[in-house]
């Protein structure tokens, strides 16, 4: 990813030559070249989709200029409120990624202590989502991560129980699960101690008040006071992200053009979902 942006845009390439200077890798070379099995890591998958996200924001500063002008909330799943963050002034870009190359290495450590992963579930709402997962969790850890869109939920939690979670929803009626390509259970408390060190490195860098409201994962509400947003982007790290809420709450705020940046078009797809009509347009890294 990134490669063909920054051939054509030296502001993206720029972007990251700061962040291999910063990271001590050269991250243009991993996000074109691989291996695979690295760009994947969370540590590195999380700088990597951090920068690429950014450096697609340059494209629409170079197409669409006026667009910023009216800009009246950001948001981002996950990883993504970082760039959210960062787009609205909150984060400077070299804090932003020191903070999030905290958090991925912090996250891979605590995934390889525990082998876990997620399953994403289609076709059923939230509750009936809940009931199959405390049917399958047993004494192990099994949790919804990811409200993502109406029929598309997300399950987090240890190897174990994740397979039992597939094989009953094999036996309820062939119920269509996609084992996500990630290395643990994110927003579990799995997790943990992850979420105590991204409040140190949280601790360590200067988070002002956003420019525009930032909608927190946690709470789909929006946010701008410097302290609760970096005590939810630590509640964030264990807590579920509640994507569709955040939809539906900017469309009742009156949002009338989405723009989704960075790599893959899944965003737009989410949103679609939620709304048929909704005027949302792709910005690839």
Known sequence: MAGALCESLPAARDLFDRASAALGYDLLDVCTNGPAERLNATDVSQPAIFVASLAALEQVKATEPDAFSSVVATAGLSLGEYTALTFAGALAFEEGLKVVQARGKAMQ???????????????????????????????????????????????????????????????????????????????????????????????????????VPVWSNVDARPHTDPGEIRELLVRQVLSPVRWEDTMRGLLADSVERFYEIGPGRVLAGLLKRVHRKADIRNIAA
Do not use: W, Y
């Open 109 to 211: 450590d605590a995934a390889t202590a525990t082998p876990s992963g997620m399953t994403s579930i289609l076709g059923l709402e939230v509750p009936e989502v809940e009931s199959l997962v405390s049917e399958a969790r047993g004494t192990d850890t099994l949790e919804v991560a990811n409200l993502l869109c109406p029929g598309n939920t997300v399950v987090s939690g240890s190897i174990a129980a994740i397979e039992r979670f597939e094989q009953l929803c094999v036996q309820k009626g062939g119920l269509r699960t996609i084992r996500l390509t990630v290395a643990g259970a994110f927003h579990t408390n799995l997790m943990k101690p992850a979420d105590a060190k991204l409040a140190e490195a949280l601790a360590g860098i200067s988070l002002r008040a956003p420019t």
